[in-house]
């Protein structure tokens, strides 16, 4: 059956180094006959996780909210694999991908059991600053590990660079072609 990954951005910006380094990687996937389906975090409607913890004892849905973003969880029972794409703010994932990562706390226990256990998993960042400890990227790789492992989900691989305007990853093609690399990884996997 035809692998399946999932890439969510978690940049407003549909066209940004997030964007482009997440496409690479599509593309990675894409060449080993996988499928590659993004999920544009900033055009949903979505609420934060309101601590319900339906989603712990639930018997026949994931989330007990009713938004965009409900609707797409089964994906990722779906998807064999899932990459997360966000730019650094203020020193660590976005606001979209972190209000995602909290109704993501439906993979642990859902109606169906766990949602990701085992399936690979990786991360693209890119942030201003020129260095990924004082831009606070490396707190956001730190917990995207700690993620993984309390989720007993192996880590892909993490692809990260610093650029700051839309676009500007473009000018390293080292990064775009670790971004494919992780890509094709995550398809074959
Ligand atoms: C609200 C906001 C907060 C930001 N905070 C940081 C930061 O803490 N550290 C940093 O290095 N860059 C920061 N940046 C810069 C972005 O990380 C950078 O422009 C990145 O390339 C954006 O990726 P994108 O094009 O995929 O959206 C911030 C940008 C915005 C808009």
Redesign the pocket.
Known sequence: MTKQVIIVLG???KN????ILAEQAAAGVRACGARAETIYLHGLTMAPCNACESCQTATETDCMIDDELTALLPRLRQADALLIAS?????TFSAQTKLFLDRAFFALNGPQGHALKGKPIGLIM????ADPFT???VNALHAFQDICRFIEAPVAGMVYGS????G??QKQPDLLQEAYQLGRKLGSD
């Open positions: 940049s407003p910006r940004g180094n997030c964007a730019p650094v703010y203020w020193f890119a942030f201003g600053d831009s606070g990227a650029a700051f305007g839309a500007d990853i």
